[in-house]
């Protein structure tokens, strides 16, 4: 069974802070792997995309790692804010189904 | 621009009885649509899938049905409700062709079963 499996279950990190969230998949015919942001009571909304083809992609404060050959991938968050601290999912997509991680809770303290 | 609309929001329902929850996109044709039901704290779990009228995938045996009676129309279901049933029940769509890995999400049901 394909799985992404997701770490850590949950993060806490001083403001300013950089948050990491890593993830690994089993699966090697992914199309793209998404990170989802998810704030309490509301649905899930993608945060960033990588294509197996790229090692990074940043955008603004967000950077997401690419490790084809270690089928890893990783979500830094840089400056962590208060305003960030939300459950992060980490999925791989392939045609229009997704496998996700368990999702990881981020609290940054002020 | 499309949105999406799930309702409703809330319900508390007793043990046996029936459930619908009902969910719409506007502003494009043709759409994936996903039944999710995520526990408290906890990931998320694809119920159903459909990828045209007509045609939906069931990923969890349950008691749990599922309809598309539109285009963009999706409707999740249930005969006789059990307590392991409550959760937020979120409803998404992604376009169609489209490979990215982005779908949209409803706002959610939050459904409590007693």
């Known amino acids: 069974q394909q799985q992404v499996k997701q770490s850590p279950q949950s993060l806490i990190v001083q403001k300013g802070g950089i948050s990491i969230i890593n993830c690994a998949y089993e699966n090697t015919a992914f199309d793209y792997f998404p990170w989802y942001q998810q704030f309490p009571g509301k649905g899930p909304a993608l945060l960033i995309a990588i294509r197996p083809d790229v090692s990074e992609k940043k955008e603004g404060r967000f950077t997401i790692s690419f490790n084809k050959s270690a089928k890893q991938f990783s979500l830094h968050i840089m400056d962590s804010q208060p305003g960030d601290s939300a459950t992060y999912f980490c999925a791989a997509s392939k045609n229009y189904q997704l496998i996700w991680g368990a999702g990881t809770k981020l609290i940054i303290k002020p | 621009s499309q949105t999406i609309h799930q309702w409703p929001a809330t319900l508390v329902q007793p043990v046996g009885s029936p459930l619908s929850l009902e969910c719409t996109v506007e502003?494009?044709?043709?759409?994936?649509l996903y039944w999710y039901r995520q526990a408290a704290g906890r990931g998320l779990q694809l119920l159903f899938y459909?990828?045209?009228?007509?045609?939906i995938s069931s990923e969890v045996p349950q008691n749990l049905s599922a309809s598309r009676p539109q285009d963009r129309q999706f409707i999740l279901s249930s005969k006789k409700l059990l307590l392991s049933d409550s959760g937020f029940y979120l409803c998404?769509?992604?376009?169609?062709?489209?490979?990215?890995?982005?779908?949209?999400f409803g706002e959610g049901s939050r459904l409590t079963v007693l």
């Open positions: 459909s990828v045209g009228i007509g045609q």
């Open positions: 998404a769509w992604s376009r169609i062709g489209q490979n990215t890995g982005e779908l949209f």
């Open positions: 502003g494009t044709s043709n759409p994936n």
